[in-house]
């Protein structure tokens, strides 16, 4: 689920390259902020914005019968026709929110994540396994350098099965109360393949990004650094 995880594992596929076609060549600091606090029966999870997406496809599988969800879907594209429920629209600069207060079921949520893949998703919802929360905002756009306004506070999930933990805390091998993890990402070279040479657009859109990411752990106050380098 969590594309930092992927990339530590080597597992890049197409929704780890989605994460970093907003970036070109430079240093992005404060990037993909995660807080994770637990208890003896819970846990709490909270992100910027990069992890809506993955959230909301992790916890839509969950779903038994219906979910009530709410929030929105951003995208360039007209998508009303193609949904089976009602939204709103509203439209800014050609950027379009549909927002969404609905009952849908798991099939109906999988199949806009994946039919709209370009497009990005602030649900809220819940289900038995667990609740998510996503404010409804266009992210800023990215630029290199520090981010000091970069927060874990755009989306927060909770849940009551503390293996979820594993998901951001992957790679710690000890009991924490507190976690706190931020990543800097350091874009090196776009790899653009042949048949895009001479389309600007695409390129940017498919290119792969080719550098390394440095993840910053604050495990109850016990600084730990790693470093990888990913293409994707």
Sequence with gaps: MNFIKKIFEGKTDNLVHKQF?????GV????????????????KVKTS????????????????????????IITKKDIRKELNFDVQMKQFAGVKTF???NEIDKDSLNNIFNKFSDALFL???????????VKVKS??????????????????FTAKD???????AFDVNENFSELKINHTFTINELIVSDKDMD???????????????????????KIIEKEINFEA
Excluded at 21 to 25: A, D, E, H, Q, T
Excluded at 49 to 72: C, P, W
């Design 123 to 133: 649900l809220s919802f819940a289900t038995d396994y667990g609740t998510l929360k």
């Design 21 to 25: 076609k907003r970036f070109g060549k």
């Design 28 to 43: 992005y600091e404060n990037r993909a902020v995660v807080e994770v606090k637990k208890s003896k029966s819970s846990v």
């Design 99 to 101: 927002l969404i207060d």
């Design 49 to 72: 914005f990069e992890f809506a997406e993955d959230f909301a496809r992790f916890l839509a599988n969950t779903v038994k019968d219906k979910a009530k969800v709410s929030g929105g």
């Design 162 to 168: 503390l293996n979820f933990i594993k998901e951001f």
């Design 139 to 156: 992210p800023k756009a990215a630029k290199p350098g520090k981010d000091n306004e970069v927060k874990a506070d755009f989306c927060t």
């Design 199 to 221: 389309n600007p657009a695409m390129a940017r859109e498919n290119a792969l990004r080719k550098g390394k990411i440095k993840r910053m752990l604050n495990i109850d106050g």
